[in-house]
């Protein structure tokens, strides 16, 4: 199935751990550090209620809400890192922001969708080779060739999330996380290596 599909199938908590998912392998954009998401990873696992994810998810911004990596000392957003680092953290930003504080399937399903869309081309601008597609949609309705290898991976990573949460439930929420915590050390990677060529 592709990418569309499985999101189009999956229940509440697979599309609330699928944007969860492409929020966390971002975080490195945000200048969170590796535990700032465990709080709402564990009320998917806890099936805690929607008031829990809510008061959680507010404490996340809260925490959030200072400078990411790619922000200037005076505030201005990537000075000095290029057009394409300012519109990965605007992108990263809005991923956040946009996260419902109602988990509601409909609520979580467009989130899940947005954040698909985002995260594919935040590593699609980070990506150091070109990706030959028009644009991800085609990225996620099946249409692979010529992909970058950011963005080849990060497709990948948004599949198993899916399929783990259709296959496995709640169990598959810990291998899900596992492969969210590899794609963001790859990003947190990539933007170490890209602060440095322009340091």
Excluded: N
């Amino acid at each position: 199935m592709s990418l569309v599909e499985l999101i189009g199938q999956a229940d509440e908590r697979g599309l609330a751990a699928s944007g969860l998912a492409c929020l966390d392998r971002c975080v490195p954009l945000l200048g969170g550090d590796d535990e700032i998401l465990r709080p709402l990873w564990a009320g998917l696992a806890e099936d805690a209620g929607v008031a829990e994810w809510g008061e959680r998810l507010e404490q996340v911004r809260g925490k959030l809400g200072g400078d990411g990596e790619f922000e200037a000392a005076d505030g201005e957003p990537g000075q000095g890192f290029g057009s394409g680092a300012d519109e990965a953290v605007l992108l990263a930003r809005r991923m956040l922001a946009a996260a419902p504080v109602d988990r509601s399937a409909a609520g979580v399903r467009a989130w899940a969708d947005a954040c698909s869309v985002a995260a594919l081309q935040i590593h699609r601008l980070l990506d150091p080779l070109k990706d030959a597609g028009d644009s991800v949609d085609a990225r996620r309705e099946g249409r692979t060739e010529g992909m970058s290898p950011l963005v080849a991976a990060e497709l990948r990573r948004q599949i198993t999330v899916l399929e783990l949460l259709a296959g496995h439930g709640p169990a598959g929420l810990r291998p899900a996380l596992e492969v969210s915590t590899e794609g963001r050390r790859v990003l947190r990677a990539v933007v170490s290596r890209r602060s440095r060529r322009r340091g």
